[in-house]
């Protein structure tokens, strides 16, 4: 077995024993142990870091290539590496706060997790240096949705580190390494499902590196949909970049720089606009009130459903506040062209007269009606099965921001579990439905369901091709769509079945739990908190498909259009 683990498993093994306090040398043991495991996480940097300075052949395309790659697999060991120096620090440096607490493995389990830390780590660094790992490593190539995912993956573990640092937890509060990283992948994924209360745990220090995560989960997927999309666009006939065009609102990737500057600026004018009114909407007396605004204005426009508050918004009152939330939940998860066209559009007078594009439409027509539609059948399944209160603003406003909500942000002002059942399925039907394409929501997303419904409702008045808003749309399109659901729903049978099988998981409760996360949405009946770590892995592995995947299945192979110059005769089947 490789030297790294055998040190980190027989520290954790004495750790365990001395967890009996037998003897208060085991834990002078245990740290002689992380001192060998530190020197080879020391020697393993060091080798990284002597490839990462290899110079290629300048002169050959493909020996640049190999190099780039061996490059960027000695970066991942050496952060690795760095991540596990730092946590086997941390866990020297106890010795800090006294021999009692030091020579104790029982008053010591506060700083257990950074050995847990080190050990994922050294097992990571080990199947790196497996020889298939690296062959595979080495024919693989680097495709921007590939390199994409790996930047989702390294931030995933950052997030991780960071979260698990001292300075980030609050006095008294733990955090397992399982946990950090489910929350991490979380918040990258700007998901917000958490198996703890992250106002209860995190100090300020440990929300302000959470509300980073999230923050570049949010803008990093709407900066990646839209380069990938203006890759793909480039490739494309101009009639097909023109169809792309229509469908998804992509109105200035001709200029990926001033496109990417939009959102930026955007983004950042609807924050600050957002902490402003919010900081209006919070209590006086609340402590930190300039930071929870913000927080919340920045969790609330990357719909990522996170509160810094202990009660999150369940707390009675604050309607302002509230409705702001709502505001920017709606601009976020509406797309970044569809907001683009709509200002455009009141600076020109000359715009107001033409109809909106295909995908502004969709994307328009499509939220305001999954808002409104939610928002009734929520309201008067509430009122006819809970006995709310009849036509009074707390009923609206509940019902209202639960339809708002559901549309990828998580936030709740009620708990999930209070609602009637049908509201629950209500919330589950748009859960799945989701933002719309090139925003900072997730889900199948409004243009792919709208285009399901078009194509239904051409096939119903009896046209031969699928015709929306004057024009005509492509049976590749549709195709794609059909690939988008299809993937979807397999993930989320298989998903449902092993949580159910496996974390022995009520039916229902794996099914809410599993398409909140493929949904990216973070709204949970409290499942996420009582599963193990495989039913968590489960879950990440579903917000990082739900989050990544699905937006690269929406572009994977416009690049790739073949030109067939041949058909095959037209077979019959019997369907229906």
Same mark, same amino acid.
Not at 122 to 148: N, Q, S
Not at 155 to 183: H, R
Not at 252 to 262: A, E, N, Y
Not at 366 to 372: K, P, R, V, W
């Given at each position: 077995?490789p ?11 004495i750790?365990? !024993?001395?967890?009996l306090?037998? $003897? ?9 142990l992380?001192?060998?495991?530190s020197?080879r $996480? ?11 300075w290899?110079? %290629?052949?300048?002169h050959?395309?493909?020996? /640049?290539?190999? !190099?780039?790659?061996?490059q960027?697999?000695s970066?991942?060991k050496?952060?690795?590496?760095? /991540? ?12 800090l ?8 493995y029982?008053? #010591? ?14 097992g ?14 080495a024919?693989l ?5 590939? /390199?994409?995912l ?8 950052? =997030? ?10 609050? +006095? ?7 946990? #950090? ?16 209360? %992250? *106002?209860?745990t ?16 949010? &803008? ?12 793909a ?5 101009? +009639? ?33 606009l ?8 919070? %209590? ?23 509160s ?24 976020g ?5 569809? &907001?683009f ?13 033409r ?18 539609? *939610? ?5 008067? +399944? ?7 209160? *009849?036509?009074?603003?707390?009923s ?38 989701g933002?719309? %394409?090139i ?6 997303? !409004? ?14 008045? *009896? ?6 808003? =004057? ?9 794609? @769509?059909?690939?988008?659901? $299809? @993937? ?18 009520d ?10 996360a ?9 499942? !996420? ?17 739900g ?5 690269? &299945?929406?572009?994977?192979?416009? =690049? ?13 089947l019997?369907?229906?």
């Amino acid at each position: 077995m490789p030297w790294l683990l055998i040190l980190l498993l027989s520290s954790v093994i004495i750790g365990e !024993t001395a967890l009996l306090d037998s $003897f208060k040398g085991a834990t002078l043991v245990l740290d002689l142990l992380v001192l060998f495991a530190s020197f080879r $996480f020391g020697l393993e940097f060091y080798q990284a870091f002597k490839k990462l300075w290899t110079r %290629p052949d300048y002169h050959n395309a493909e020996a /640049i290539s190999a !190099t780039s790659k061996r490059q960027i697999w000695s970066v991942l060991k050496m952060l690795l590496c760095l /991540i596990a120096l730092s946590a086997l620090g941390i866990w020297t440096f106890r010795w800090l706060h006294g021999w009692e607490l030091a020579s104790s493995y029982k008053d #010591s389990l506060n700083f257990r997790v950074q050995l847990d830390l080190a050990l994922l780590c050294a097992g990571l660094v080990e199947f790196m240096k497996w020889r298939p790992v690296e062959k595979i490593w080495a024919r693989l190539e680097l495709t921007p949705p590939r /390199i994409g995912l790996f930047f989702y993956l390294g931030i995933s573990f950052l =997030g991780a580190w960071v979260l698990l640092l001292p300075f980030s937890l609050k +006095t008294g509060a733990t955090l397992s390494v399982v946990n #950090s990283l489910f929350i991490s992948v979380s918040a990258i994924t700007v998901t917000g499902l958490s198996p703890i209360n %992250p *106002g209860e745990t995190f100090s300020i220090v440990g929300l302000c590196f959470l509300m980073l995560i999230l923050h570049i989960g949010g &803008i990093g997927i709407a900066f990646f949909s839209a380069l990938v999309a203006s890759v793909a666009r480039q490739r494309l006939s101009l +009639t097909q970049s023109k169809v792309g065009q229509e469908l998804y609102s992509i109105t200035d990737l001709g200029d990926v720089s001033q496109f990417l500057k939009k959102i930026f600026l955007f983004t950042l004018f609807a924050e600050l606009l957002g902490w402003g009114l919010i900081y209006l909407g919070l %209590p006086s007396d609340l402590e930190h009130r300039s930071f929870h605004a913000l927080f919340h204005s920045v969790s609330a426009f990357c719909n990522a459903g996170f509160s810094s508050l202990p009660m999150g918004l369940e707390i009675p009152g604050l309607a302002f506040m509230k409705s702001i939330v709502a505001t920017l939940i709606i601009l976020g998860g509406i797309g970044f062209p569809v &907001i683009f066209e709509l200002l455009a559009r009141l600076r020109d007078r000359r715009l107001r007269n033409r109809p909106l594009s295909s995908g502004a439409l969709l994307a328009v027509v499509m939220s305001a009606g999954l808002i409104l539609v *939610g928002f009734l059948a929520i309201f008067f +399944t509430e009122v006819s099965v809970k006995g709310w209160s *009849g036509f009074s603003l707390a009923s609206f406003g509940h019902s209202l921001f639960a339809s708002v909500t559901a549309r990828t942000a998580g936030f709740n002002t009620l708990p999930v579990g209070d609602l009637a059942l049908g509201s629950q399925f209500v919330l589950v039907l748009l859960m799945m439905v989701g933002a719309s %394409p090139i925003s900072t929501g997730g889900g199948l997303k !409004t243009t792919t369901v709208a285009l399901l419904l078009i194509a239904v409702f051409n096939f119903f008045r *009896g046209n031969t091709w699928i015709q929306f808003n =004057g024009r005509e749309i492509s049976y590749y399109l549709l195709h794609k @769509c059909i690939a988008i659901v $299809f @993937c979807y729903f397999l993930l989320l049978v298989f998903a449902v079945g092993f949580l159910a099988s496996v974390e022995g998981a009520d039916l229902w409760s794996a099914i809410f739990e599993s398409v909140s996360a493929l949904s990216t949405v973070g709204l949970s009946l409290g499942l !996420t908190s009582q599963l193990g770590p495989l039913g968590k892995f489960a879950l990440m592995f579903l917000m990082l498909a739900g989050r990544y995947g699905l937006v690269t &299945i929406v572009f994977a192979g416009i =690049g790739n259009m073949k030109e067939q110059r041949y058909r095959y005769p037209s077979g019959s089947l019997y369907v229906g």
